[in-house]
C-alpha cells in the first residue's frame, strides 16, 4: 500500500484531519492520516475520491449511529457535523 497526497479529497468528515489516498495494487482507497477512517477500496482513483467526498447521510440521526457503530463518541460525531457534514 502506498499513501499518495490528493488535494482532491475533502478533510475527514469524523475528525476534520487531512485525507491521503492509497494504492492497494490496482485499487484506489481513501484513508484519514489521523483516525485511521477510510473508504472501501475502487478500480479507480476517480471512483474512490467520489466515494470519500460523499457525504451519504439524509438525517442527524443515520450519521451519529453510524459514526457511533464505528466507535467515535457522540460529541466526536456532533463536533464533525457542525464543521458542515454531511452535505
Do not use: H, I, T
Not at 477512517?37 to 443515520?62: C, F, I, Q, T
Not at 453510524?66 to 464533525?80: F, T, V
Request: proline share 5%.
Amino acid at each position: 500500500m502506498a499513501a499518495v497526497s490528493d488535494g482532491s479529497l475533502k478533510n475527514c468528515p469524523f475528525c476534520g484531519a487531512r485525507a491521503e489516498m492509497c494504492v492497494y495494487g490496482r485499487a484506489y482507497g481513501a484513508v484519514c492520516g489521523s483516525c485511521g477512517a477510510e473508504a472501501m477500496p475502487r478500480p479507480s482513483r476517480g471512483e474512490a475520491v467520489a466515494a470519500w467526498n460523499r457525504r451519504a447521510y439524509e438525517k442527524l440521526e443515520e450519521a451519529v449511529l453510524d459514526w457511533q457503530l464505528r466507535g467515535y463518541s457522540k460529541a466526536e460525531c456532533l463536533r464533525a457535523l457542525e464543521r458542515g457534514m454531511p452535505e
